[in-house]
């Protein structure tokens, strides 16, 4: 079956625009989580979903971020006024659920770059 | 939260059996261990992960001492193809990825 996917696989933008990253989960899995992942650095976490509301955000790194996951399915970090140090990969996951065992399964991630 | 420590690289050579010890002393009682693999511009991908003992798959084993304050992964009989960054976790509800272990095979 198909994986977790990610678009745009690139995104470049200016600083101060607004940006949509959109991740499709694999189906049935409930749980989908975002993490940002800097240049040789391991991947941060950012916030998750369990269904369609967020159980964490606690790794939102300030008011400028902002994620959605609607029907429970698709799930859309937003970015606003985008900053230079906001370029990065941000990786999606999804799991079948928040199980503490539950396998992640990570999508190619979006490469964000900031100018 | 738990935070683990690991080596910043590694170097082996083909069919080599590489050990990756990592450590993760404040593990709590319903944590488990997981490790990941993650290529260049690929995300992270499920190894293998375990609670206690010796969890054994296709790919890897997971040893883990009775005290679960550290785990060693062993990759069998290594090959070009292994060359990545591994990454020990300790499992939450959330993944906390640290730097993770650069393993670098040679022919």
């Known amino acids: 079956g198909a994986g977790v996917s990610q678009t745009p696989s690139n995104k470049v933008t200016e600083k101060g625009k607004y940006v949509e990253l959109r991740c499709d989960p694999i189906?049935?899995?409930?749980?989908l989580y975002w993490y940002r992942q800097s240049l040789g650095q391991g991947p941060e976490f950012l916030i998750y979903?369990?269904?369609?509301?967020?159980?964490?955000d606690s790794g939102l790194p300030n008011d400028r971020f902002f994620a959605v996951r609607p029907e429970g399915s698709v799930s859309t970090l937003k970015i606003q006024r985008t900053e230079r140090g906001d370029s990065a990969v941000y990786l999606c996951?999804?799991?079948?659920?928040?199980?503490?065992?539950?396998?992640?399964?990570f999508g190619p991630g979006t490469r964000l770059t900031v100018l | 939260l738990a935070k683990t420590t690991q080596p910043i690289s590694m170097d082996s050579y083909e069919g080599q059996e590489v050990n990756i010890t990592c450590s993760h002393n404040?593990?709590?009682?319903?944590?488990?261990i997981t490790w990941y693999q993650q290529f260049p511009s690929q995300g992270p991908r499920f190894i293998i992960q375990g609670y206690k003992t010796k969890v054994t798959n296709e790919v890897a084993s997971l040893f883990i001492p009775a005290d679960r304050k550290s785990s060693t992964l062993s990759l069998p009989r290594v090959s070009l193809s292994d060359t990545a960054v591994y990454y020990c976790?300790?499992?939450?509800?959330?993944?906390?990825f640290g730097t993770g272990t650069r393993l670098q095979v040679f022919p």
């Open positions: 976790l300790v499992n939450t509800d959330k993944l906390i």
């Open positions: 189906s049935g899995h409930t749980a």
């Open positions: 979903f369990q269904g369609t509301g967020a159980a964490d």
């Open positions: 996951a999804s799991s079948q659920g928040l199980l503490r065992d539950n396998e992640q399964f």
């Open positions: 404040n593990i709590a009682t319903n944590d488990y």
